[in-house]
């Protein structure tokens, strides 16, 4: 049951990753990797604390969302290929900025999640 579930996740998030990549077609910067991943933590900061706080989720559903659905939707292998592409054209600013907006906004993504499900559970 857990590689099905797995298998299942994967499929849709990489179905949705692709989507979301025709969806932001800008090509000088890769704003499709930030958007996505910062979609990608907040959803596990949510899953995460919803999780911790009711402590009765299936695994077949952790194993389905987080490590299929999330693990195929946000990968930081397309931001260093991101940030690999940006350096080797030189672009070093956007290469600051790039890396700089992934983490804080994906961390800050993160503890909102975070901030909301623990208020919403309360």
């Known amino acids: 049951m857990g590689y099905f579930a797995i ?12 989507a979301m990549f025709n969806f932001i077609k800008i090509d000088s910067f890769p704003y499709h990797t930030i958007v996505v991943n910062i979609i990608g933590c907040f959803l596990i900061g949510i899953f995460a604390q919803y999780c911790i706080m009711k402590g009765n989720v299936p695994l077949s559903v952790k194993l389905f969302f987080i490590t ?27 290469t600051f900025l790039y890396i700089g907006s992934s983490v804080f906004l994906g961390l800050a993504s993160y503890f909102a999640a975070t901030y909301l499900i623990r208020s919403l559970l309360k």
Do not use: C, I, N, Y
């Open 7 to 18: 298998a299942l996740g994967a499929v849709l998030g990489a179905l949705l990753r692709h």
């Open 68 to 94: 299929g659905f999330l693990g195929s939707f946000t990968t930081f292998s397309a931001f260093a290929m991101d940030t690999g592409f940006l350096v080797s054209k030189g672009e070093f600013l956007k």
